[in-house]
């Protein structure tokens, strides 16, 4: 800015100040009908003072993104539920990891949430053709009894997609799906997960 002289400065100061005060007389003409002039304040002092800007070097927080686990067959209900199963014979299959849903033999299996296949496999005394998923938030899906494999290990997968038909193979007495979530490799309750909504980290800051 020009320096200017101490009269000058003196000048525009004074000149400001008439300026705001012939812009308060103003105001209180117009507020006249309503308020008495006495009560308006100068034009100055309403204004609002300017916000004070501080720069702080605050840590930004991870960029994040939702998922949503679906059901792998829509519309069909869960016939067999997780957790213990009291007709059970033996100890080692009366503890459910995961929910049956029966479905007819060839209905198709969608992906639970988006993810890479683990491993697929033939298990003839328990899943039967199997799929496993890990998804971006750290759990697992698998899906078992499965009459087709249509994915292969290593596949990368978006939400729904098909990965499967609906069969009998395995430890199975008709055509149903075996569903099962794992969260840091133990078993939880998949009808508490689908439907539910979970942060991923895109980008840590
Ligand atoms: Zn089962």
Same mark, same amino acid.
């Given at each position: 800015m020009r320096r200017l002289l101490p009269t000058a400065r003196s000048i525009l100061i004074h000149s400001g100040q008439s300026a705001a =005060?012939? +812009? %308060? +007389? =103003? &105001? @209180? !003409? #117009?507020? %006249?009908? &309503? %308020?008495? #002039? @006495?009560?308006s304040t100068p034009r100055q002092e309403a204004r609002p003072a300017a916000p004070q800007v501080t720069a702080v070097a605050r840590p930004a927080g991870p960029v994040t993104r939702q998922i949503v686990f679906l059901a792998p067959l /829509? +519309?069909?209900?869960? *016939?067999? /539920?997780? +957790? =213990?199963r009291k007709l059970a014979i033996d100890a080692h299959a009366r503890q459910h990891k995961g929910v049956d849903i029966a479905a007819p033999q060839g209905s198709t299996v969608h992906v639970t949430a988006e993810g890479v296949v683990v491993r697929i496999g033939f298990d003839p005394a328990g899943y039967g053709n199997f799929i496993e998923v890990r998804h971006? *938030?750290? !759990?697992?899906?698998?899906?078992?009894? &499965?009459?087709?494999?249509?994915? @292969?290990s290593g596949m990368a997968l978006t939400a729904g997609q098909r990965i499967g038909l609906v069969g009998s193979t395995g430890r199975s007495t008709g055509p149903h799906l075996h569903f099962e979530i794992r969260r840091n490799d133990a078993a939880v309750n998949p009808v508490k997960v689908v439907g539910r909504r979970f942060d991923i980290v895109v980008k840590a800051v």
């Amino acid at each position: 800015m020009r320096r200017l002289l101490p009269t000058a400065r003196s000048i525009l100061i004074h000149s400001g100040q008439s300026a705001a =005060l012939i +812009g %308060a +007389g =103003l &105001l @209180a !003409m #117009a507020a %006249a009908p &309503l %308020a008495p #002039a @006495a009560t308006s304040t100068p034009r100055q002092e309403a204004r609002p003072a300017a916000p004070q800007v501080t720069a702080v070097a605050r840590p930004a927080g991870p960029v994040t993104r939702q998922i949503v686990f679906l059901a792998p067959l /829509p +519309g069909q209900a869960v *016939n067999s /539920p997780f +957790g =213990l199963r009291k007709l059970a014979i033996d100890a080692h299959a009366r503890q459910h990891k995961g929910v049956d849903i029966a479905a007819p033999q060839g209905s198709t299996v969608h992906v639970t949430a988006e993810g890479v296949v683990v491993r697929i496999g033939f298990d003839p005394a328990g899943y039967g053709n199997f799929i496993e998923v890990r998804h971006p *938030n750290g !759990m697992s899906s698998i899906y078992g009894h &499965l009459s087709r494999v249509d994915v @292969a290990s290593g596949m990368a997968l978006t939400a729904g997609q098909r990965i499967g038909l609906v069969g009998s193979t395995g430890r199975s007495t008709g055509p149903h799906l075996h569903f099962e979530i794992r969260r840091n490799d133990a078993a939880v309750n998949p009808v508490k997960v689908v439907g539910r909504r979970f942060d991923i980290v895109v980008k840590a800051v």
